[in-house]
Structure formats: C-alpha cells, structure tokens
C-alpha cells in the first residue's frame, strides 16, 4: 500500500517538496550540530534540556490521544469513530517518530541511545519511556497496517487484531504517564515534583491531541471526498471541552499549592514563567499568551451554540492547541531548570540551528501524515481527481 503515497497531483507533489526542502535544512544544521557539539544550541551546564525535549514532551501526548478515538470505537461499539480511528492511528505513528527523532538530535552522541537496549536498566525511567514508545509505535503500524489492508480487500479484520487493540489502550496512557515520571521522580527539581504532573499530561494531552485530530479532520474533508461526520467532530469537540477544563483545573490546583504554602522553591519558577526573575522574563509573554489562548478555548467549546458552529470550534481547537503547546512546549521543561537548585537564573532562548532542526522534525511528521493520510483515502477511494 506504500506505492500510493508516491502517486499524486501537482499540488501534493509541491507540498511535498515543500517539507522536503524543510527537511533538508534541518538536516544541514543538525550536521552542523554533530560536528560542533550542542554548544550551537541555546543550552548549559544550567539548563541541560530545552527545546527538543519540550517538544518530545507535548508530541507524546499528540500521540497518546490516540485512544480518545479508539477506545469509544472498539471497546464501546461507537460506529461514528469509525472514520476517525485510522486518521488517529496515524497522528500517532508521526508522532511517536517525532518524539524519538527529538531525543535523537537533543543526544550529543546519538549512538549512546544503543547503551538503552544494551544495558537495560529497569529502574530507570528512561528506559521505561524508551521500552513504551517503541511498544506504542510497532502497536500501531501493526493495528493501523491489518484495519486498512482487510478494509482494501473487503474482509474484516482477523480476530487476533482485537486483543492487540485493546492492549493499545492501556499502553497509549503507560507512555504520557511514564513520560510524566521522568520529571517528578526528580527531586531537586521542585516544580517538576508534584504527584499531579501525570494527570496534569494527561489531561491536556486528550485535549490537545483530539482538536489537532479534528483540525485534521477538517482539512481533509475540505480537499477530498472524505467526511468523518459531523457526530464524530462534535463528540471529539465534547471531549477537548472537558479535557480542557480538567487541565486548567489541575494548573490552578498547582498555583494554588505553590502560592499559598509560600515555600521559595516552588514560588520561584511560577515565578519566572509569569513574572520573570532577576531581569530574565523571555517566557513571561508566552506564558500570558497562553492563559489567554485557554481562556478563549474554553469560551468557544463550553458554550454549545459556539462549539457546533465549525467556523468558531476551529478557532477554539487553535486556541487549544497553542495553549497547551505555550505551556508545555516551552514553559514546562524550562521552568524546571529556571531557577538552578543553587538559585542561579540562566538566560535560555532556542537559537537558530535549534528552531531549524524542530522544525524540520515538525516537517517530516507533517510529511509522515500527509503520505499515511493519502494512502487512507486511496484505499478508501476517497481522493479527488486531478481537474
């Protein structure tokens, strides 16, 4: 089924160049990177992860909200999933692969990620993350691989696949849970320990993975043939909606912990991420930015009239999306460094080999979609012709 993702129009040949050319300039500064060290990045002694492993936090949750549409479909027999499932399962196959291209230019020495299969350590938490990612792709290049090649041929799907399907359900919370440990299992990092960060990821992962899902959705209803139903959009809205609404309950629960008790430690990097600290306030703007993206989200998908509307849900899906990508794309990581356990703030902005190589992983997960989609809607024959 490969050979249709290399079959297509003009438009999606140009699109795919586009990335392609992304791509290629990322690879270029990565390059760079490998022969000159991480000193070509915003990183330091002080503030040893950045960018690449903010992203790697926020794509693990893109890819485990994959279960928001597979759990209804199989387990509960929810017939409107039935077109959404196959668009989930392969959000979350360029997601995983993002994830684990975002580890592997963050390493210095990619090749030391062998030393995790060769001398497994299971008290570590990385190599639970390590052993739940990989799981959690081959889980889903397999469910995804036997749906569409029994759809294709017009048979159903073997009775081995379900078991399988069902362990994906459980393993798509394992990875955001166990990713969620690798912070608050760090004690001197005081705002990373808290027993609520696992249920904090959680939440606004089955928030922002659901309304990139629907965007998805959107966008190819608009440029094929396919429609996932507007029951299927509206349920996924439903469940941004109280996702959303857990996440910011959960933030303020964190605020209202650190604010109250008063103690420094955990005060300071709050702090820093709304307020700035000792003259360094470059994540202050972002972190407002969003409060207010949430704000407007919840305006948009609480109110039933604004969330069935599709003009205002993308709008609030957007705002989601930003919202959640601000506050653990950037603030979350970062603010565990800022400050140090001694008290020293350290200046951290991504530079420009840092932002190119994000975002061609960006690119060639957006590539990933684009050709696994394809091969979706051809199988389907679901893809407009070329006028």
């Known amino acids: 089924m490969l050979e249709k993702a290399l079959t297509g129009n003009r438009t999606y040949w140009t699109w795919m160049f586009f990335l392609l050319a992304i791509i290629g300039a990322g690879a270029a500064c990565w390059f760079w990177q490998f022969r000159t060290g991480l000193t070509v990045t915003g990183l330091s002694r002080d503030v040893v992860w950045g960018l690449y492993i903010a992203q790697f936090t926020f794509l693990v949750g893109v890819a485990a909200s994959a279960v ?85 041929r017009g048979e159903p799907p073997p009775k081995w696949i379900k078991p399988i399907i069902i362990l994906s ?20 990092r005081p705002f990373w320990m808290t027993a609520i960060l696992a249920p904090r990821f959680l939440a606004s992962a089955f928030a922002a993975g659901p309304a990139l899902l629907i965007l998805l959705a959107l966008i190819v209803r608009r440029l094929t043939t396919f429609d996932p139903g507007k029951e299927a ?14 996440n910011v309950f959960f933030v303020a629960m964190e605020l209202f912990t650190a604010l109250y008790s008063d103690i420094p430690e955990h005060v300071l990097h709050f702090q820093f991420l709304f307020m700035g600290l000792e003259g360094n306030n470059t994540l202050a703007p972002w972190m407002w930015l969003s409060v207010v993206l949430a704000v407007v989200a919840l305006v948009i998908l609480v109110n039933p009239s604004t969330r069935r509307s599709e003009t205002t849900l993308v709008v609030g899906c957007i705002a989601v999306f930003g919202s959640l990508w601000i506050d653990k794309g950037l603030g979350m990581v970062i603010a565990g460094f800022i400050p140090s356990p001694l008290g020293k703030v350290t200046q951290y902005s991504p530079t420009a080999p840092e932002l190119t190589i994000s975002l061609a992983i960006y690119a060639i997960g957006i590539l990933i979609v684009t050709g696994l989609y394809k091969i979706a809607l051809e199988v389907r024959g679901q893809m407009k012709t070329e006028p």
């Open 68 to 152: 928001m549409v597979v759990l209804p479909y199989y387990l509960h027999n929810y017939k409107a999933f039935g077109k959404m499932t196959i668009l989930g399962e392969f959000l979350a196959i360029a997601a995983v692969i993002m994830c684990m291209l975002f580890i592997f230019v963050d390493m210095g020495r990619p090749d030391r990620i062998f030393n995790v299969f060769l001398h497994p350590t299971p008290h570590s938490m990385m190599f639970w993350d390590t052993v739940a990612l990989g799981g959690y792709l081959v889980l889903n290049i397999l469910i995804s691989r036997v749906s569409l090649s029994c759809e294709r």
């Open 233 to 246: 959009i509206q349920k996924l809205a439903e469940i941004v909606t109280y996702a959303m609404l857990l």
């Open 169 to 188: 359900i459980p393993w798509a919370v394992s990875i955001h849970t166990v990713t969620a440990f690798l912070y608050a299992g760090l004690a001197a």
